[in-house]
């Protein structure tokens, strides 16, 4: 979605940007990243797409 992200010893640093880019997403079965994805997915450019959104049941039945 065009933001850097480094990962760190125990999570990770996201740098936020103003414009976010639609990009394929994966969530990797974590219903917290697909719905972080969603949101995220609602404000950027173009089109976002996330696989393997089964997940979503657990926080959005």
Not at 17 to 45: F, I, P, W, Y
Request: net charge negative; proline share 2%.
């Amino acid at each position: 979605m065009g933001v850097k992200i480094e990962e760190s010893k125990d999570g990770m640093i996201i740098y936020g940007r103003e414009n976010l880019t639609g990009a394929k997403c994966q969530s990797c079965g974590d219903h917290r990243t697909a719905m972080s994805m969603a949101v995220a997915g609602l404000v950027a450019t173009g089109e976002t797409k996330i696989l393997d959104t089964g997940c979503i049941n657990t926080s959005f039945p």
